[in-house]
Nanobody, 123 residues
């Protein structure tokens, strides 16, 4: 499966952005999807994940209540709605896919990665 992330940009603290991840490939709807981020000088970290069916989601504690992950399997697109953004949310955001149904927080479980989209939150 191939993934293409988009929607990043510059936003003021307290603002919102919606990231998109377009998937392509014959079985693009057969994967659980995760969003990860990597800030300058830091390791890539888990942000959110969604089960194949879309019925189960997982979030990092730092984004709970502010971010919402969703997916539209019919259109092979996944989303990360980010509200109440903070300066510490500044990072390059990556969408990733793993075979199977489980929404995993473990970065090593994801074999397929998009190219990343940069989010900058100004304070």
């Amino acid at each position: 499966v191939q993934l293409q992330a988009s929607g990043g940009g510059l936003v003021q603290a307290g603002g919102s952005l919606r990231l998109s991840c377009a998937a392509s490939g014959r079985t693009s709807s057969s994967y659980a999807i995760g969003w990860f981020r990597q800030a300058p000088g830091k390791e890539r970290e888990f942000v959110a994940a969604i089960r194949l069916t879309g019925r189960t989601t997982e979030y990092a504690d730092s984004v709970k209540g502010r971010f919402t992950i969703s997916r539209d399997n019919a259109n092979h697109t996944m989303y990360l709605q980010m509200n109440s953004l903070k300066s510490e949310d500044t990072a390059v955001y990556y969408c990733a896919a793993r075979r199977g149904t489980i929404a995993s927080k473990d970065i090593s479980q994801y074999a397929y990665w998009g190219q990343g989209t940069k989010v900058t939150v100004s304070s």
